[in-house]
């Protein structure tokens, strides 16, 4: 899980960090066929996250790594202090990145999951904005007294 640490265009919005969670996710799916992990402990889709993955999700070719049949389905969700409390966490359109230009910085965090057995995992994590910190009125301070 090495973020990069270059920052990368991608639609217009600057990308400053990336994380990848290929190896835990590769260290889960070990535990599992490992017979350390249950089935019913990493299938375990939140209704939600079907219903996302239904409606908005973005279809791969990757087949499950549980039950080999459908293909995965990417669901993205936003995070961002900047976001009302309501539109925080809410599905994001990962090919669309422009509008989060007007936040200094969003998270974006993409999941894998599966219709046909619930399993689900963080597959990235990107931090996207424009960066700009936003200027604050400066605060009265106690003059020094001399
Ligand atoms: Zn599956």
Redesign the pocket.
Known sequence: MQPSATPKRRGGAIESAKVDYSLARKAVLRAFHGGRLGRYEI?DAHPDLIRAANYSGEQTTDP?P??E??PLVLVSYVFSDELPKIENGKVWDRTNLNPLLAFKEARLYTVEV?R??S?NHVRSQVVVGNGRTTRRAPKRGRRAST
């Open positions: 299938c499950c549980i039950c049949r459908g599966c046909d057995c399993w």
